[in-house]
């Protein structure tokens, strides 16, 4: 796989099929048995996670995995953590992430557990986005949110993109992940099968039949 700066990429598969494993390989979580992982020119295998965040590089879980016992705003100082000395930096950050999602500036004294689905996911993407990553990373960001939810976190995908984050998408709703992509890559049993410009997929019979529903 190779992702250009700037873009949105997006890699889907069948449940099983490696893409949680590949994105938690990438953000230093897990390691493999071989093989490199080049970003600027560093070979991200020989660092450990929290140096990887401080290179650009920061992952969104599938699940959202937010603090639920501590607030909003609590919730966004720490994804500050490896910046933690630079409070005002760290200020600055969240101002930014307030202004992409008015919703999350409302709620910032609320239990970050009390909040709906879609502004949970919110709060992660916003969360991530105070280490000021170049390379982010969304595991299922879709996932058991209602439809008007979904929209909106798309919506702030393609924004978080426009201002200038490469974005690496995990998707279950392959149409959506492809619509938003500008290319594709499709996982299977851990290896990529096909890839290719996100709108010659779309159209693909293969992937219409096996991934879109068609």
Do not use: C, W
């Not at 919506?155 to 290319?183: C, F, H, M, P």
């Amino acid at each position: 796989m190779q992702i250009g700066a700037g873009m949105i990429a997006a890699l889907i598969g069948a449940n099983g099929a490696g893409k949680s494993t590949f994105l938690r390989t990438i953000s230093g979580l897990l390691k493999p048995a071989s093989g490199e992982i080049i970003y600027n020119e560093n070979n991200v295998l020989k660092f450990e996670a929290h140096r990887i965040v401080r290179i650009g590089i920061v992952l969104v879980p599938e699940g959202r995995r937010i603090f639920s016992g501590l607030t909003v705003y609590e919730n966004l100082l720490m994804g500050g953590y490896t910046r933690i000395r630079d409070r005002i930096k760290i200020s600055e950050s969240i101002e930014k992430v307030l202004e992409l999602f008015p919703v999350i500036r409302e709620r910032l004294k609320q239990k970050g557990g009390t909040l709906s689905g879609g502004e949970q996911q919110m709060l992660a993407i916003g969360r991530a986005l105070i280490s000021e990553p170049t390379l982010l990373l969304l595991d299922e960001p879709s996932l058991g949110l209602a439809p008007i939810a979904v929209d909106l976190v798309f919506d702030k995908i393609e924004q978080i993109n426009q201002n200038g984050t490469t974005v690496l998408l995990v998707e279950q709703n392959a149409r959506r992940a492809l619509e938003v992509a500008s290319a594709g890559y499709i996982l299977r049993n851990g290896e990529i099968v096909l890839h290719g410009a996100s709108g010659d997929l779309i159209t693909n019979p293969i992937v219409v039949k096996s991934y879109l529903g068609g």
